[in-house]
């Protein structure tokens, strides 16, 4: 799976981006459990939230919880993160990843990762 990131940018606290995450998969892109991760400098990349195969789970960071959603629609071959009440500790780069198997908030399950997407919230 091919994996392709976008929509981050710079926007204020208390604003709004909503990162979009493009597969190059085919048909199989259903069966995958896909996540986003954030990885902010001189930190270790940690887990955001995840989506299982048809939407059948759903798990957040309770950092997040509240502000994001995560969603997918397989027709499209994408998943998005809707974040929103953006602080300035969400500042990092943002990954998209896919597995297979069932949803989960573990770096390492995730075999398929996108190049990353740089938010930053300012003050």
């Known amino acids: 799976v091919q994996l392709q990131a976008s929509g981050g940018g710079l926007v204020q606290a208390g604003g709004s981006l909503r990162l979009t995450c493009a597969a190059a998969?085919?048909?199989?892109?259903?069966?995958?459990?896909l996540g986003w991760f954030c990885q902010a400098p001189g930190k270790e990349r940690e887990f955001v939230a995840t989506?299982?195969?048809?939407?059948?789970?759903?798990y957040y960071a309770d950092s997040v919880k509240g502000r994001f959603t995560i969603s997918r629609d397989d027709a499209k071959n994408t998943v998005y993160l809707q974040m929103n009440s953006l602080k300035p500790e969400d500042t990092a780069v943002y990954y998209c990843?896919?597995?297979?198997?069932?949803?989960?908030?573990?770096?390492?399950?995730?075999?398929?990762w996108g190049q990353g997407t740089l938010v930053t919230v300012s003050s």
């Open positions: 990843a896919a597995k297979s198997g069932s949803a989960s908030v573990t770096l390492a399950s995730y075999a398929y």
């Open positions: 998969s085919g048909r199989t892109f259903s069966s995958y459990t």
């Open positions: 989506i299982g195969w048809s939407s059948s789970s759903i």
